[in-house]
């Protein structure tokens, strides 16, 4: 190919390789061609004036969506060293047309839709997998094959990747010929497509499409002039379109094929979705390392390995110039010793790791994910198409200074800030549209109720996600409203109808409320299980505690689960009754998660007395008087039933002595019950793990009160020898639960035995660091350092003593 000696000139390339956007350019500014032809949807034409506004900002995708379906979707992504990219910006400079001419998602989406599940193409997010000379060859029956493979085979390598950037990406642009190198690939892709079109394994969509691009090029060739059309796209399909066929036999091929209405848009793409490693099939491996090839206007080995030398140090590691300079020294050195011509990603890895990692892969993998594939999120004009939902959304974030970014990061929110409070509403309002952008984490600066912590990270997946949720409504508001509803009468369970209630609260939906709350009430009054009403009340209880932070109004939500309280009150101590080892480990993480409920349900219905000449008998604590009593006297029959499991009754006890309602003789004489010898071994381990396992601080209860102590000591060891091995893993998982300290402590008291320890009754006064009272003086002996460390001050220069009342309560 000499420049428009052939015509038309076909440029083949890769798709999102830098010497193929570098080829294509300089192709193009010798040529001068009338008509730029690229690999793309047509319907996407009338979007190519954007790529040349100053707010569009690479990467980028084209994204395709079915109008009546918008879930059916395909990406076409690009970058700033994508040929296609390249191409268009060229024709938007020079002022030439250019226009795409794959086969139109129109017909592409409504393919997608036909494939059965489970195949390869009906498992399939987008069309980005179908395109690009390195997405290879597909089977109608067999395996896709590699074509960069395949030649890096023919031409002895064992690794495409770096024969092709030895053959292409290391390429100098020079004064060479710059047709040259499509020319060869071109010939290469003719032998390749020869050899496996005769085994029959040409791809039958590839055939549509290259038909649908042949009648595309005619069509420019008469409108232009046959030596005036320049097409780029992947250099699997040159040979095809050069080939010579008829009209008719092209059009043939498309006759009947299914349609369905498409809308096309510009949405921001991220260099970690073009990654292979992400799904993408024609995808890369190394974009951001692509994008410095394409980017560096000289010396890229050196520029590279100093971004590498900055973002180390960034993270605290010693990089020095000196460093830098060694590590250009040894991947030059590597390169010669592999016959390369330049140094790759593989020699600049490589001295990376020996010179500036130690030989450490922990912070090379800091360097791969930050640099070798990066976090670089793209930017679309405000002018873009988008659905309304997508234009609200837009709105929001500038509104609220909540920009979108790839690289994952986290936002602590102070919800007594208006501010704050309304990006945490959009939040958990997207989250009810399935469009995840933020994921709540647990915060490390507080637990109370008004502070809130998000994990945030944009995909540009989540585009579709929100076209996807555009049928719901043209607002976040309305369109989660609206799901939220749907959800509601949808749900199948009751605990999922009171989360639902608990996200609406979050999410500031009070529109939503009177539909969830018909809901939950029908559902609440038809379960009889009583195993999902304990599953259902402490997201109810939850959501009454955002009441006073969010400013919801929860009273209608506070009446509801005082009579889920009730119905669990009564149904609890039967239910507990005739279980196995997993119902009843169940039932007790179901006792644990009411017990918590009940506390601030308690606290969220408490009257405030009723008005002068008022009736308070609407009042939700009114109707149904003291919670926590009633809840204590069912921990009591639970504590006392024989028939309730051990690991519940154990349970049962433990929290009433929590509660203050238990002392501590009366649940020791509980635990020896429990631990008689004529209770059976696993009916007593299972006792134990409920009284001192689950997280529950029962080694610290252990640690203090050694009258437990021995009695757990004394049971153990009078445990037979055919038994132990059964209550072995029991025990082992409840004390393997207990942090380092608090195990080591147990050992050490245990050590010393029961005469070290005194008698079971009297075993807190024999052991240091154990008394009945607290030991005043050796509390007066520490308020010096105290005072010092609240920045209180202290005795100095033989003034008068300063008074204690500061640190009143300290030392008792």
């Not at 350019?25 to 506004?53: C, F, K, M, S, Y």
């Not at 993998?365 to 640099?371: E, K, Q």
């Not at 238990?662 to 793990?689: C, K, N, Y």
């Amino acid at each position: 190919m000499t420049g428009t000696a052939e015509r038309p000139l076909l440029l083949g390339v890769r798709h999102h390789g830098p010497g193929s956007a570098r080829g294509v350019r300089a192709a193009l500014e010798a040529a001068r061609p009338r008509a730029v032809l690229i690999e793309g949807p047509p319907e996407a034409d009338a979007l190519i004036p954007l790529a040349a506004d100053e707010g569009m900002r690479p990467p980028v995708a084209l994204l395709g969506h079915a109008v009546d379906e918008p879930g059916r979707s395909a990406f076409w992504p690009m970058a700033e060293f994508s040929p296609e990219w390249v191409a268009l910006r060229w024709a938007l400079e020079h002022g030439v047309p250019a226009r795409f001419i794959d086969l139109p998602a129109a017909h592409t989406l409504a393919w997608e839709r036909e494939e059965p599940p489970g195949t390869e193409a009906g498992n399939k997010t987008g069309t980005e997998t179908e395109t690009g000379a390195e997405a290879g060859i597909a089977a109608a029956v067999g395996p896709r094959v590699d074509p960069l493979a395949a030649l890096a085979e023919a031409a002895g390598h064992d690794d495409p990747e770096r024969w092709w950037e030895d053959v292409v990406e290391h390429r100098s642009e020079g004064e060479r010929d710059p047709f040259a190198p499509f020319a060869a690939l071109e010939e290469a892709m003719g032998a390749l497509r020869e050899t496996y079109d005769g085994t029959g394994a040409e791809d039958g969509r590839d055939a549509v499409r290259e038909a649908y691009m042949r009648l595309q090029v005619r069509a420019a060739q008469r409108e232009h002039g046959a030596e005036g059309v320049a097409v780029v796209c992947g250099a699997w399909h040159v040979p095809a379109l050069r080939r010579r066929t008829s009209v008719a036999a092209d059009r043939a091929l498309l006759k009947g094929l299914p349609k369905v209405k498409a809308d096309l848009t510009w949405v921001p793409w991220t260099h970690r979705r073009l990654a292979r490693a992400g799904g993408y099939g024609a995808g890369i491996d190394s974009p951001g390392w692509y994008g410095h090839l394409f980017a560096a206007p000289d010396r890229p080995v050196e520029r590279w390995l100093t971004k590498v030398a900055g973002l180390l140090r960034e993270e605290d590691r010693m990089v020095s110039s000196a460093h830098v300079i060694e590590a250009v020294r040894l991947a030059g050195t590597l390169a010669a010793l592999r016959g390369r011509p330049l140094p790759g990603l593989s020699e600049t890895t490589d001295a990376v790791r020996a010179v500036m990692c130690e030989g450490s892969d922990v912070p090379l993998a800091l360097v791969r994910d930050r640099l070798v594939v990066g976090d670089v999120l793209g930017e679309v004009p405000a002018g873009a198409p988008a659905v309304p939902l997508q234009r609200d959304l837009d709105r929001s974030q500038r509104r609220l200074r909540l920009k979108p970014e790839a690289q994952e990061r986290e936002a602590e929110l102070d919800l007594r800030g208006e501010n704050d409070a309304e990006r945490s509403r959009l939040l958990h309002r997207l989250r009810l549209l399935r469009v995840p952008w933020g994921e709540p984490v647990a915060s490390r600066t507080g637990t109370g109720t008004f502070r809130e912590t998000w994990r945030l990270r944009w995909e540009p997946e989540l585009s579709v996600r929100v076209a996807e949720a555009g049928v719901w409504g043209t607002t976040v508001l309305a369109a989660a409203t609206a799901k939220a509803e749907a959800d509601a009468v949808a749900a199948r369970g009751l605990a999922e109808v009171t989360a639902l209630a608990e996200r609406c609260l979050l999410a500031g939906l009070p529109d939503a409320l009177p539909t969830v709350m018909q809901v939950l009430a029908d559902r609440a009054a038809l379960d009889a299980d009583v195993g999902h009403l304990a599953e259902a009340l402490p997201a109810l209880v939850r959501a009454l505690r955002y009441g006073d932070v969010r400013g919801t109004d929860t009273g209608a939500l506070a009446g509801v689960a005082a009579g889920l309280a009730e119905r669990v009150f009564v149904g609890l101590p039967s239910a507990c009754a005739a279980l196995d080892a997993d119902a009843a480990e169940e039932m007790r993480r179901h006792v644990d998660a009411v017990h918590g409920a009940v506390g601030l349900l308690e606290e969220a219905v408490e009257p405030v007395g009723p008005e002068p000449g008022g009736d308070s008998g609407d009042a939700p604590a009114a109707r149904h008087g003291d919670l926590r009593g009633r809840w204590r006297g069912v921990l009591r029959a639970l504590s006392a039933r024989d028939a309730v499991a051990g690991v519940i009754r154990g349970r049962a006890v433990r929290l009433l002595l929590d509660e203050g309602d238990v002392e501590g003789e009366e649940a020791a004489r509980l635990m020896g019950l429990a631990l008689s010898p004529g209770t059976p071994p696993g009916d007593a381990a299972a006792w134990i793990e409920g009284f001192v396992g689950g997280g529950s601080g029962g080694g610290l209860l252990l640690v203090h009160d050694e009258r437990l102590l021995a009695l757990v000591d004394a049971w153990l060891t009078g445990v037979p020898t055919e038994a132990f091995t059964d209550v072995l893993p029991l025990l082992r998982r409840t004390f393997a639960a207990y942090e380092t300290g608090v195990r080591r402590t147990l050992g050490e008291l245990v050590r010393r035995g029961p005469a070290a320890r005194g008698s079971v009754v009297g075993a807190a006064s024999g052991t240091p660091g154990f008394a009945a009272e607290p030991d005043a003086e050796r509390a007066d002996a520490v308020l010096p350092v105290v005072r010092l460390l609240l920045g209180l001050g202290g005795d100095s220069g033989g003034g008068p003593a300063q008074d204690d009342s500061d640190l009143a309560g300290v030392s008792t």
